[in-house]
């Protein structure tokens, strides 16, 4: 039998029946470029939380843990990814820890990549004593993390004013034993850009994100998502992986931007019309049109 080579990715994130965040986010442009994507969602949701209203339950750690066993019974448990975004409680985190050992004894080449979703822009979005299992017990297992510079500096407890004070904090990120260390966004760029950050193996890249006038929900799932699937598909070759995940990235917000405006012109855009546009732009996610290129940094 001709081993199937189709990359296989385990994603444990959220649902959320109406909109673009977790699952949603990462399981459509993934599969796009051609990744199986097995996933288990840890809470669903109709909407995501910046809604006004919030129905729906969460997974409980027991059946998740009835999931994973349905795995290993059934030998449907070799993956070649592992994908972890917004969790909402320490145990089911100290779970996900548990599930990464013990997909890696089926597959010790098992790439885990772990958006360690706890904020942005100052303020925590989940409980505060889950901020110790990333830093000490799930953090020092992955492969490649994107935190947003909140999140960095959580971690490593260290801010982050300037580019090498960036360049510090990535080196206390390798230093947990992070191969691959992503800043998806820092406010280290000027009024008109972000920045960009990701650094392995001793080689460091940083790329200009042009901001769009938006608060959006959902980009960070897609970005981790992306730099998963470019990560694979370009050899781990990180200014091309950065350069495309940026690419697609800026492709949709704008998109998403100039939909919303054409239905609301002015004042703040509600979440139902800034919901990331994936479908509409799946040639994009296919064949991301890079314009914006990364630098490398020391
Ligand atoms: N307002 C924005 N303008 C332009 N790009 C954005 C904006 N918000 C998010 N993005 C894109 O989404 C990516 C992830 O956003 P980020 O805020 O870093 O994720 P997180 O959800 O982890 O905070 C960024 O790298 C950028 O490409
Ligand atoms: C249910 C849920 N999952 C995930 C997220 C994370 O979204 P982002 O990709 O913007 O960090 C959010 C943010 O509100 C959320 O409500
Ligand atoms: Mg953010
Ligand atoms: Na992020």
């Known amino acids: 039998m001709i081993a199937d080579s189709t ?16 699952n949603k986010s990462a399981v459509f442009p993934l599969q796009v470029l051609g990744f199986e994507v097995d996933y288990i969602n840890t809470v669903q949701f109709s909407t995501h939380t910046a809604y006004k209203h919030i129905k729906g339950n969460v997974l409980q750690n027991e059946e998740m843990e009835e999931l994973i066993h349905g795995l290993v019974l059934n030998q449907v448990d070799y993956f070649t990814h592992f994908l972890t975004g917004y969790s909402r409680s320490p145990d089911s985190l100290k779970q996900i820890a548990e599930i990464i050992k013990k997909l890696r004894q089926k597959n010790p080449n098992l790439i885990y990549v772990c958006d360690p979703v706890m904020g942005d822009n100052g303020k925590m979005y989940v ?8 830093r000490d017990t799930v953090v020092p297992l992955a492969d490649i993390i994107t935190p947003n510079q909140f999140e960095a500096e959580l971690i490593t407890g260290m801010k982050m004013n300037d580019l090498s004070g960036a360049l510090k904090v ?14 998806s966004s820092t406010d280290l ?14 080689s460091c890249y940083k790329i200009d994100i042009p901001k769009v006038d938006a608060t ?3 980009t960070g799932d897609l970005f981790a998502a992306l730099f998963l699937a470019w990560s694979h598909k ?4 990180i200014k091309l992986t950065l350069e ?8 949709i917000v704008n998109d998403t931007y100039e939909k919303a405006r054409a239905k609301q012109s002015t004042g703040k855009i509600p979440p139902a019309l800034i919901e990331l546009r994936l479908v509409q732009n799946k040639s994009i996610i296919e064949d991301p049109k890079i314009t914006i290129h990364a630098v490398e940094i020391k």
């Not at 990535?170 to 800043?183: C, D, N, P, Q, S």
């Not at 370009?234 to 070759?237: E, I, L, P």
């Open 170 to 183: 990535i080196r206390a990120l390798h230093e947990k034993g992070v191969k691959t260390v992503v800043l």
């Open 7 to 22: 990359p296989r990715v385990l994603s444990i994130q959220s649902h959320v029946v109406h909109g673009y965040v977790g």
């Open 216 to 218: 959006y929900t959902g």
């Open 244 to 251: 495309k995940t940026i690419a697609t990235l800026q492709s």
């Open 234 to 237: 370009t050899n781990n070759d």
């Open 127 to 134: 409980p505060e004593d889950i901020l110790p299992v990333y």
């Open 189 to 202: 760029g000027d009024d008109k850009n972000m920045i960009g950050i990701a650094s392995t193996k001793g």
